[in-house]
């Protein structure tokens, strides 16, 4: 069955950077777009950013343009969310997501 695993979350200072992972398994990870998205207390959960299985086309949520990148190595079924210049705003459960699957989330906590 297709399996997502979140990692790299944590407690982080204002300006701080966290590479998050999503490792996939279940499926052919290389075919398939992938998503992060987030939601903090009391929110929706929110699209923050996507890939095309190749790699080739990214989207961002305009609050964090220039500071999240997304990757992925289809060699190693993983989906990577690089978060630079962190903000108290960023605060929040990440999720990663394929088709209709969703994995466990990690939490990111920035704080000072």
């Known amino acids: 069955q297709v399996q997502l695993v979140e990692s790299g979350g944590g407690l982080v200072q204002p300006g701080g950077s966290l590479r998050l992972s999503c490792v996939a398994s279940g499926f052919t990870f290389s075919t398939e777009g992938m998503f992060w998205y987030r939601q903090a207390p009391d929110e929706e959960r929110d699209l923050v950013a996507s890939i095309t299985s190749a790699g080739d086309a990214t989207y961002f949520l305009d609050s964090v343009k220039g500071r999240f990148t997304i990757s992925r190595d289809n060699a190693k079924n993983t989906v990577y969310l690089q978060m630079n210049s962190l903000k108290s705003e960023d605060t929040a459960v990440y999720y990663c997501?394929?088709?209709?699957?969703w994995g466990q989330g990690t939490q990111v906590t920035v704080s000072s």
């Open positions: 997501r394929r088709r209709d699957n």
